[in-house]
């Protein structure tokens, strides 16, 4: 017979407590690989809701500066505030027309730009949330909503004015030197 009082093993309380050990590392991996995996979502919803934002912006600026406050035609969808119903044309100084709306987009609604040949450009299809465009004199003033379909990211807001050209050029500045006395 062999002598069994110099074999070496685990008793059951260390394997017990190697098992918890285990467990508890196994658990804050996972808890972190979840928390980055929700960070990493969040972060490409703002990256996307930043990037439609601003491409909304710069297509309505880009409209509203290649013709003047004459040409717009802004009808408010309620009191002085736009929303995507009422009429919103720009008519751009090669007499070409564009218009603005906001349209239901698969699950959501989507930012809408027409022009007179019947192309459309719809931005932030899904993620737009509200649209909401006041004019406040000579500026038009607006405010995004984009959310998250998702629902796991916060709102994003978007804020901006679109000032038009003004109507006179630049002699209102400056003056000739015949008319300087």
Not at 95 to 102: I, N, R, T
Not at 114 to 132: N, P, Q, R, T
Not at 152 to 180: H, M, V, Y
């Amino acid at each position: 017979m062999k002598n069994c009082q110099n074999k070496r093993a685990f008793t059951f309380t260390e394997l017990l407590i190697s098992i918890g050990i285990v467990a508890v590392i196994g658990g804050g991996v996972i808890i972190a690989m979840t928390r980055g995996a929700s960070n990493v979502h969040r972060g490409s919803f703002n990256a996307t809701a930043s990037n439609q934002a601003s491409w909304i912006i710069t297509i309505m600026r880009r409209d509203i500066a290649r013709s003047n406050a004459a040409k717009i035609v802004f009808k408010p969808d309620s009191g002085s505030k736009w929303m995507g119903s009422g009429d919103f044309k720009v008519e751009l100084n090669n007499g070409s027309k564009v218009s603005y709306s906001v349209v239901k987009r698969g699950n959501g609604k989507a930012f809408c730009r027409a022009d007179a040949s019947g192309k459309k450009i719809f931005l932030a299809s899904e993620y737009l949330s509200e649209l909401v465009v006041e004019q406040l004199g000579n500026c038009f003033k607006i405010d995004m909503l984009l959310k998250d379909p998702s629902k796991k990211a916060n709102d994003f807001t978007w804020a901006a004015r679109i000032f038009p050209p003004l109507p006179t050029g630049a002699d209102r500045f400056w003056k000739p030197l015949s008319e300087i006395k």
